[in-house]
């Protein structure tokens, strides 16, 4: 490193670039300063300074709270990889899980959860058993949930998350109409979507993207759809269609599910495309070892549940 890079590193106040990357995850003054647990004046005027330092305005406001602009944005990378250099540096110690303590909140759907959660018991008792774990009902909007620290983690349906939002691509699922061995439509080889839309729907109400498409679906095709059960709880939309009325809108892999096979019929929808799930985290989580190392077991276990699923 030549002096005139020294110069520079020596003139420039590091901690300014520590704010500057909470400032991007937050996308926040106040939370930025809660965060590191500074004043919400002295944050503002970090900012002032790194205004000045790359003479950018790196922010814009945005609703309630800030905006990164295209060269913040750029900034990031580089930011985050020289905090995660920082802290090897500094602490000098591997992350074991056996040691670490903490909770974990997580928002899956729930027939996903359901696959999921013995395995994840099993390898959290094995190598984890400290950490707590807490299952939440996916909500609709678990960017904001995300956001706000309330979640950890989160499977949901490949939108466009926030440029503070990191994730995973998982799967790729066709959806089906579902309903009971009882109904109707169960004696029909395969339906129509006009003899599908003719009867009662149920309605998965945590499910922003299927059930936009499936609404979607029905006006491109001039047909009626009827909604007379709705449930934020997947498993409870499910167990509703056993009463032979409804119509449930559902991924593939649910009726395979021993659980349900039994129980439910299916035809696939092909005029649905396929929809990508992703496995989403907050960038403030983005270098925490411990929701890392989760993150990681839980990718682990869905590629076992898919291959599973593949030799059935």
Not at 44 to 56: G, I, P, T, V, W
Not at 184 to 198: E, S
Not at 279 to 293: S, T
Request: proline share 4%; glycine share 4%.
């Amino acid at each position: 490193m030549n002096l005139t890079d020294l110069k520079i590193i020596q003139q420039c106040d590091l901690n300014l670039l520590l704010s500057l990357t909470i400032l991007i995850e937050e996308q926040s003054v106040s939370k930025s300063a809660e965060r590191l647990d500074i004043s919400q004046p002295a944050m503002s005027q970090n900012l002032k300074k790194l205004r000045a330092m790359f003479n950018d305005p790196l922010f814009v406001k945005h609703g309630q709270g800030i905006k990164a602009t295209s060269k913040a944005l750029r900034l990031y990378h580089s930011l985050t990889e020289w905090l995660y250099l920082s802290d090897r540096l500094i602490s000098q110690t591997a992350f074991d899980p056996m040691e670490s303590h903490g909770v974990i909140r997580v928002a899956f759907m729930d027939d996903l959860t359901q696959s999921m959660i013995p395995m994840i018991l099993d390898k959290i008792l094995l190598l984890a058993p400290n950490i707590e774990l807490e299952f939440v009902h996916k909500p609709k909007d678990v960017f904001s949930l995300l956001e706000s620290g309330e979640i950890d983690l989160a499977a949901a349906g490949a939108d466009t998350p926030p440029a503070n939002i990191h994730g995973r691509h998982i799967s790729n699922t066709d959806y089906c109409a579902a309903y009971s061995v009882a109904h109707p439509l169960a004696k029909l080889k395969h339906p129509t979507l006009a003899q599908i839309f003719a009867y009662d729907t149920a309605e998965y109400s945590a499910s922003n993207l299927v059930e936009l498409e499936v609404n979607q679906l029905a006006l491109q095709h001039h047909l009626q759809r009827k909604i007379t059960f709705s449930s934020g709880s997947f498993q409870v939309m499910l167990q509703g269609l056993l009463a032979g009325k409804h119509v449930g809108f559902v991924p593939q892999r649910t009726l395979k599910s021993p659980r349900w096979q039994s129980k439910l019929k299916g035809v696939q929808i092909k005029e649905l495309m396929p929809f990508d799930s992703t496995l989403y985290w907050h960038a403030r989580v983005h270098k925490d070892p411990l929701i890392q190392w989760f993150k990681d077991q839980c990718l682990a276990i869905i590629n076992q549940l898919k291959q599973q699923a593949a030799l059935t």
